[in-house]
Structures are given as C-alpha cells and as structure tokens.
C-alpha cells in the first residue's frame, strides 16, 4: 500500500468517525431538549471559516502553519463534514424562507464547487502530464503568437518559392482562423481530439494536390497544427482549473457573510440561551 | 517532431508574476513587454523620448532599457519620431478573482441589509411558512416576536440577549392561557408539583403488573449516553416555547410532535416502548374519585342484582347497559353521565324529598318547660311565651339562628351573663336571675319582631353583610319567620310598643277573629321546603328534592369556609352541621340525614391553586382533564369493543369491598375535633369500583405497526392544555385583539401623524 493510499484510508476513516460522532452528538443533544440547530449552526459556521483560511494560509507561505498539503488534506475532509453538519442543521429539507433558500444555495454552490474543484485537481494535471509540453499558464498567449508567426513565415517562404496559392488558400480557409486564438476548449476538456483529426485530415486531403516543396511547407505546417492544438489542450485544462475558482472563492465569502447575518436573526428571534 | 516552446533562463524567459494584479497590454497579442505594469496597473513602457537639443539640431534621448537612441531621430521641430507603443495593461487572473469576490461579497451584503433592514422587516426574512394554526399571524411578526420590527441597535441587543427566547414565550401565552400555570417549566407546573407527580407515578407503578410480568428490556442506548450529559438543574429551568414547537417549517408541520426519547430524557424510568418497559396503568382513570360518587362494584354486583331490589326500590330502574347511564360527548373524547333524573331518581328521590325528615332547624324558641301565666312574667316583663307540647330536646339555639342574633348587642350581653344556663335551663334562670333571663329572650322575641314587621331588609341587615349570598337564598325563611311571629306570639307588636315606652305589658288575648286568621295547624307546610314545627316550636327546612337550591346555597357557603382550624363559633357551627354526615340540625340525630345526603354523592375537592374547597355539583364534563398529563379518547375505541361492551376494558371489581365507605372515608373529624371535614383528597378513597385497566388489553393494539405507541399518544405535555384547544382556535384568533397582541410597529397612530 502506498503512502497516498494510506493516507486516504486514515484520513477517511477519521472522517467517518467524526461525521458519526457528529451525528450522534446531534441526537444527544435532541433528546436533551437542546436547540440542536444552534449546535450544528455553530458547527457547520466554524468549519466554513477554517475552510476560508485556506485561502488565506497560501498568501502566507512563509509563516509555519502546517504543509500545504495537510491544509490541503484538512480542507478537502472538512469540506466533506459540512455536508453533513448542513444536512443536520436543516434536518434534510429544503428551506423555505427567501433568506434561508439563498443562503441554502449558496452553502450548496460552493459545496458542489468545491466538489467539483476536488475533481478537477485530481484528474486534471495527470491529463496536463500527458500530452504534449507542460506550459506555463501566463506564456500561453505568447506561444500562440509564435506558433502564429511560424506558421505564416513558412506559408510566405512557400509562395515565393513555388509561386502558387494552394498554400496560402488553405492557410487562410482553415489554418488561420485556427491560429488566431486557443480553440476547441469543449472538446479539449471532454478529451477528445475529433477537431485535431479533422483539421489534420483537411490538410492531408490537400497533399496529393501539392507539389514536392509545398508538401515539405505541409509537413511544417501540420507540426505546427499539432503543436498549437497540444497548447490549447494545456490552456483549456489549466484554464479551468484557475476559474472553478472563481465560483468557489467568491461563494465562499457571500456564505461567511449571509451566516452572519443569518446568526443575528436567529438570536433576535429565537433567543440566545 | 518540433521544439520545445518553452525555454528557461534568465535570458530566453520572463519571470511570471501570475499573483500581480496586473499583465501587460500585449500579453493577449502574445507579444508582452518585458517589463510589465506597475503595481497599479500603469505601463512602464517609454518608447518616446524627449529630445535633447544640441546646437541647432534634437538628438534622441530613448533610455537603452527602452531601445536606446532610434536610429530615425526626433523630428525638425523636436518631437520623437516613434509611435506610441504604451498598453492599456489588463488585470491578472488573481486580480480578477479578487474583483468578483468583492463584488460578490458586496452583493451579499446589501441583498441581506435589504431583507434585514425593512421596517416592519422585509417577508424574505421570514425562514418559512408558518403552520396553518397560525397563518393570520403569517406576516404579523411582532405578534411572536419581540425583536420584529426593532431598528439595527435594538435588534443586536435582542440578538445577544438571553432572555429573548422567553420573551417570545411570553407572547405565545397572550393566546395560550391554557398551557398552564408555570408555562416555562417543565410540563408547565411548579417544581414541587411535578416532583409530586413522580412520587404518585412511583407509587401507583411500583406494583405487580397485573399482566404478572412486564417486558422490560433496559433502556435505549441513546438515552445512556444523553444521561451523562444531563444536568440536575433542568427540571427548574426554563424551557421556551420554541424549545418544542418549531415553526416556519411549512404549513403541514406538526407543531406538537415530539419525539418518544425526548421525552423520557428527564425522567427516571426509561424504557424502549409502550410494549417494553412501560409500567403497568396502574390507577389510569380511577386515580382520581368520581365527582359524583358512584360505587359500581356495590350497584351492579350487589343492589341491581337482587331480588328485592324492585321491591325494596319500586320505581327502580336496573340498567341493561352502560349507556343507559354514560353517554359520549360530541368530541367523543369523554363517556359523560347522564343526569340525575334517567340515572339516580327513580331510587333515590324519595330519599332526598324524605317527608318523615325532620329537616334543618333554622329558627327556634326555647322551651321554659312551665306556663309564662305561672311565672312571674309581670313582675319581669317577659310577656307571652308559647309553651311547648313535648319535653324540651336540650339543644342549642340553631346555629342560623344565633347568626341573626350576633347582632343583638342586649341579647349578647345576657347571654354572656348567663352562661352555661342559657337557652337549655332557661327556666332556672328565671327564677335566679329573671332580669338577665328576660333580656335574653327577649332578644329571641326582637328577631321575631323584626322579622315580622321589616322583612328581608331585617333578614340582610342582620346577617350583618357578611353573607351575601345567604342573604340571598331562596326561598326566602322570612315568610315563614313572620308566620311563626303570628302564630307563637300574637300579642308580639303591642308588647314590643309597650316595652320601647316603658308601660306594662299587655295581657289581652287577640280577638277570635284576629287569632283564627293567624292559628295554623300543627306543622304547617309554608312552602318551598320550609314548615313550622309546633311540638318543639321550630321553623324547618326539608330539601324539596334533588338540586335543592336551598341547600345548594348553604352548603356552598359552608364548604367554601371550612377549615380544619375554624373556631367554635355560631358560624363555623352551622358550616360543620349542615357539611355534617348527621345534620338533620339535631344532634340527636342518627344516621345521614338531609343536607348530610347531598355530600355522600357529590365529593368536596380543594382547588390546588387557590387552596379553597368546592362541591362537585356535576359530573365530569367536556373539556375537563381528569389527570393532568394524560389523555384518552372514547370514540377511536369503540368500534373496537368486543360482545362484552365496556365491560372489556373496564372491568368490576369481584375483590371491592361492600362495606359502606361513608363515614370511614367520605368525613373525617377534623384536628381539633370540632367539626365534620369532608375527605377532599381525590387520590385516597371512594373509588369507582373497578379494577385497574391492564396494560395487555391496550397492547393488543397500541404496537409500533399498528395504532401506534407514541408517549404523546395517551400523554400531554403541558399539564394545563386542553384536548379541544384546536377546535377552538378560530374562535380564539378572532379576538387576537381583545387578549391585547402586540401592536404592529408602524402604528396607525405613526401613520396619523405622518404628513
């Protein structure tokens, strides 16, 4: 068994023993006529504020609160707990105020989010490993201009060589359009390379009209295809996973704050004791 | 096979600062510059330059950083030649992420100012629909809570205040009244009553079950492990309303669910269900005595079934079934009794009306045991005095009667004088001291006068305001005192002129006339009940029948003063012999006699609040709790009656004792010996007669399968609830505003004022 799958079992195993004391600790408390939602409301309100340092603990690399990893681990189990807690705390039902409704979606988009976000971190980089060159997000535009400007030298070169059009008709037909930007993002994502071969077979549908130097611009050009559909699979995965963020932060922060406001009521109308 | 795009160095690669907040214009170009924004998001690129002039000719000034001197150099008039290449840089990726998290964290905000800060607050505060039983109240907030409709510093001060949740509370009371006396408490009752409570549920389960054995199999692990965390101090803390009754879960919500395990988390026998461990029934439905007492066991095993029973009771009738004497209620929740007169008159209402009763003395003259002609009545002034046919009965002036005379100042000061000598050896007193005992009897002679001539405003008067309702009985003793005056002493108003003046009494016998027109017969009827006695010179009451209102009256008068403490006095006296088991108003009496009957029925109980004594005139009607946590319907039941009827659950004692529990049980002598004490302790005695219900017979169908074996099935929380509170509820809600609700925060009066 290797270290990561230990590390799973136990962690997992922790998670389940909480999740049970949890649970149990709620109908104790049932049973003891205690307002349990006051227990799981506080519950559930400190681990979404543990689970929003997170985000502050990667700003503040420098001071010694743990590895990365186990706030890593930490965030991932916790998150996990609080859709239990969030169940006991609305006892598996829908809300049915205005209020609560929203502040129900909001746990739950960020919850799902997070979830989502978990799958994405996990199948992800071992996909951006695979294929092709492992590039940096920011470079990615300046790759693609290159790409672009190599593609349109070779295509130039051609026709003042041959002095044909074949080339140039069908950089502009199918070619240039594919250059101009990261394309196929969809299907990049859902793994598949059907735009890639219909592109490739486009351009080899075109050889047999071509004359020997235009083949050899060909061959160039079909490298260079390959290569510029390797950097969008690179910035479509990487992509997103920067802008699943962009769901999960900011909900994060719009549930911290409508917890509060939903605390407040609470005490003004049902009592603080 | 192309080459790698990306390369690393210091020379052929830029350092990435993906946590800026800000990337190069070009960036999207794919052509960025190597320097980047500022920190703020300014381009650092300076392609133009300010040219220098050197003689008569500019000569470029471009920094190497930015490309060194141009070989184009500045234009004849000393502008640079080169095009502006500044971008508009763009934020990062981090810096966008931020920007929407603000925005969203903003949005956050005002969307909850805007639910919060209404004033009444906005509808999409509320957490839900409230349920049926209080949707008028859906959007009158203020009505449950106080912090509804408060501005922002108050509704912080009610968030952090521990006392809210009863506050709150509070305002549930305004329209639930019935929950009881301490509502916050644990099952609404005081602390020393709910531990007495668990002392009689100890000692009325702590008996063999009648089944032999009762499956107990421990108690739910769930409820070990809460008791480590239960504290002592809970029985005496207070419990809001919302502890139990959760609202704004939806319209269907059941408001009063609770569930089994809580509520055995406080007490000390804990048990898995109904079928496992529950103790046996015990005393259910019989803890408490009758109000109207009504021995079953003795009446269906030993009177009905007799030969002699429509001899000995001739317009007697034996009932075939139970329902000839117990009816349901409209809810179907109580089996009532029926009335006096299908159930009990056809035995019993010779025995009230008894003709051969004596009756109650109320008015009495003493007996001088010699003719006033043979004494020397001149000589003291006593003037005429009936002389009685039998021998004197020894007795005490009637205890009503002394009532009046207490306001006889001279009559109190010759009954003092007298002593012991007064009124039975009043003939002795004439003798050693006539001027005494004259003056006492004339007190007797002044009552009957001012009955006589003032009527009831004498009677009121001289009972001295101090009972109202005496004074108000019906019907009325004056007629029948002013007969007695007429018949006893006819020469009563010329003695009463001539004693005021100070002349001699008159002698003169009436004219034949006169004195025909007032002689009555020998124990004249004078109606409603009351006659007059002329063997032993008495005005009588004898009940006139069942619910005499007479006797009603006194004894409600008498019961609501008794006291186990009360002084021998006139008054107290007349309490403890019209409560008495022999109070014919004779000691002499034997056996119960009038009003002594009305109490062998119907039982005395002490209100536990106000402590005082009542009389249970009717039998148990709807909507009274005969315990106060436990509740059982009638009607779900019947259909599942077996050929034997009611008898199928309520089963006749074969083991009850047919002695007379009457004085054993029903009257105690009080403390100090004085007087007669009815037994007020429902719990005690005079039991129905039938035996404990099993727990058995209710399993049979009270599983978790089957009707259910709910605590809340048979049990009530709050010991004060009323089983018909639902069905009262619209009546209630529609005078919300005559119990004094809440007012909404904006007022009319607000809105009045406001332009």
């Not at chain 2, 021998?391 to 010759?414: C, G, K, N, R, V």
């Not at chain 2, 315990?627 to 009850?656: N, W, Y």
């Amino acid at each position: 068994m290797n270290k990561r799958a230990r590390r799973r079992i136990q962690n997992g195993a922790l998670f389940v023993l909480l999740a049970t004391l949890a649970v149990v600790a709620n109908q104790i408390l049932n049973v003891l006529h205690y307002r349990t939602p006051f227990f799981s409301g506080w519950f559930l309100f400190g681990l979404i504020v543990v689970l929003a340092l997170y985000n502050v603990r990667k700003k503040l690399a420098l001071i010694p609160v743990g590895t990365s990893a186990g706030w890593l681990q930490f965030h991932l189990y916790a998150g996990i707990m609080t859709s239990v807690v969030f169940a006991l705390h609305v006892g598996l039902r829908i809300p049915d105020g205005v209020f609560e409704r929203t502040l129900a979606v909001f746990y739950v988009a960020t919850f799902t989010s997070g979830v989502a976000g978990l799958f994405l971190s996990r199948t992800f980089p071992a996909r951006i490993t695979s294929r092709g060159e492992e590039i940096l997000f920011e470079r990615i535009p300046v790759f693609l201009k290159q790409l672009r400007d190599d593609v349109e030298k070779v295509v130039f070169t051609c026709v003042e060589q041959t002095e044909t059009t074949a080339i140039p008709e069908l950089y502009l037909s199918h070619l240039k359009p594919f250059f101009e930007k990261p394309r196929n993002v969809f299907w990049h994502l859902v793994h598949s390379g059907r735009p890639r071969q219909r592109l490739l077979l486009e351009i080899r549908g075109q050889q047999r009209f071509l004359s020997e130097s235009e083949r050899k611009a060909v061959d160039q050009v079909t490298d260079r295809v390959r290569t510029k559909d390797d950097l969008d699979y690179q910035y479509a995965l990487q992509g997103t996973l920067k802008v699943w963020l962009f769901i999960h932060i900011p909900l994060t922060y719009g549930l911290l704050v409508m917890s509060i406001f939903h605390g407040l009521a609470v005490y003004a109308y049902g009592g603080s004791y | 096979m192309t080459e790698p795009l990306q390369k690393f160095g210091w020379k052929q690669s830029q350092y990435e600062r993906p946590a800026h907040g800000w990337v190069c214009g070009h960036l999207c170009d794919g052509s960025p510059c190597q320097f980047g924004p500022t920190s703020r998001g300014q381009c650092q690129v300076q392609n133009l330059c300010q040219p220098e002039k050197s003689g008569d000719r500019y000569i470029c000034s471009r920094a190497v950083a930015f490309g060194g001197v141009c070989k184009e150099g500045p234009l004849p008039d000393g502008t640079c030649c080169q095009q502006d290449t500044a971008c508009q840089p763009r934020r990062s990726l981090f810096h966008q992420r931020r920007l929407v998290s603000c925005s969203v964290t903003a949005l956050s905000i005002a969307f909850c100012l805007y639910v919060f800060g209404g004033h009444p607050p906005s509808g999409a505060m509320s957490p839900g629909n409230v349920t049926f039983q209080h949707s008028s109240l859906e959007h009158e907030c203020w009505t449950c809570h106080v912090a509804a409709g408060k501005n922002g510093t108050e509704f912080a001060v009610h968030s952090f205040d521990t006392q809210t949740a009863i506050a709150d509370s509070n305002l549930c009371m305004k329209c639930h009244p019935e929950i009881g006396s301490e509502p916050f408490l644990p099952h609404s009752v005081a602390h020393a009553e709910l531990v007495n409570f668990g002392q009689q549920s100890k000692e009325t389960t702590s008996g063999e079950s009648s089944s032999g054995v009762i499956a107990d199999s421990g108690r739910p692990m769930l409820l070990s492990l809460a008791s480590l965390f239960k504290g002592d101090a809970a029985v005496e803390s207070h419990l809001a309303c919302s502890t139990c009754h959760q609202e704004h879960r939806g319209k269907l919500h059941e408001l009063t669910r609770l569930a089994d395990l809580q509520c055995q988390s406080c007490h000390s026998k804990q048990f898995h269900s109904f079928q496992d461990g529950h103790p046996e029934l015990a005393d259910f439905a019989y803890s408490r005595r009758p109000r109207i007492y009504f021995d079953h066991s003795k009446h269906l095993q030993q009177y009905f079934v007799t030969e002699e029973f429509y001899r000995v009771m001739p317009d007697g009738k034996s009932p075939t079934s139970c329902v000839a004497c117990h009816e349901p209620d409209t809810s179907g929740t109580l089996m009532q009794t029926r009335g006096f007169e299908q159930m009990c008159a056809g035995c019993h209402e010779r025995e009230i009306a008894d003709r051969e009763s004596p009756g109650i003395a109320f008015l009495a003259i003493p007996s001088l045991a010699i003719d006033s002609a043979a004494m020397p009545d001149m000589s003291v002034g006593l003037g005429q005095w009936p002389v009685a046919t039998i021998d004197p009965p020894l007795s005490p002036l009637p205890h009503f009667m002394q009532m009046l005379l207490e306001t006889d100042a001279e009559y109190l000061a010759a009954q003092i004088e007298l002593g012991e000598l007064a009124p039975r050896n009043l003939s002795i007193a004439l003798v050693e001291t006539p001027a005494v005992a004259v003056n006492y009897l004339w007190g007797i002679k002044r009552l009957f006068h001012d009955l006589a001539v003032n009527g009831d405003v004498a009677f009121k008067r001289r009972l001295n305001d101090r009972f109202p309702t005496l004074a108000e009985m019906e019907p009325s003793i004056v007629p029948s005192a002013v007969s007695a005056a007429r018949l006893w002493f006819s020469r009563l108003n010329d003695e009463v002129i001539a004693r005021s003046q100070g002349s001699p009494l008159p002698v003169a016998e009436p004219s034949a006339g006169e004195n025909s027109r007032l002689r009555l017969t020998p124990d004249s009827v004078m109606g409603g009940g009351w006659y007059i006695r002329e063997s032993d010179h008495t005005v009588r009451y004898r009940p006139v029948g069942h619910s005499d209102p007479l006797l009603k009256t006194l004894l409600d008068v008498a019961v609501g003063r008794l006291s186990p403490d009360a002084s021998p006095d006139a008054v107290s006296g007349m309490l403890a012999q019209l409560v008495s088991p022999s109070g014919s108003g004779d000691l002499s009496s034997r056996g119960p006699v009038a009003s002594g009957r009305c109490l062998q029925c119907h039982t005395v109980d002490r209100n536990p609040k106000s402590g005082t004594l009542g009389i249970n005139w009717n039998a148990r009607r709807p909507g009274e709790k005969s315990s106060p946590l436990t509740a059982f319907s009638h009607s779900p039941h019947m259909k599942l009656l077996t050929e034997d009827g009611c008898i199928s659950c309520h089963q006749v004692s074969r083991t009850a004792s047919t002695d007379s529990a009457y004085r054993s049980e029903f009257f105690t002598r009080s403390e100090n010996g004085h007087q007669w004490m009815p037994q007020t302790d429902w719990k005690v005695s005079l039991a129905s007669g039938f035996d404990a219900i099993s727990k058995a017979r209710c399993i049979e169908c009270h599983t978790d399968s089957s009707a259910g074996e709910s605590c809340l099935k048979c049990h009530s929380y709050h010991a004060g609830s009323s089983t018909h509170y639902v069905a009262d509820f619209w009546r209630r809600a529609s005078s919300l505003e005559r119990v004094g609700l809440p007012k909404r925060p904006d007022s009319s009066s607000d809105a009045a004022e406001s332009p």
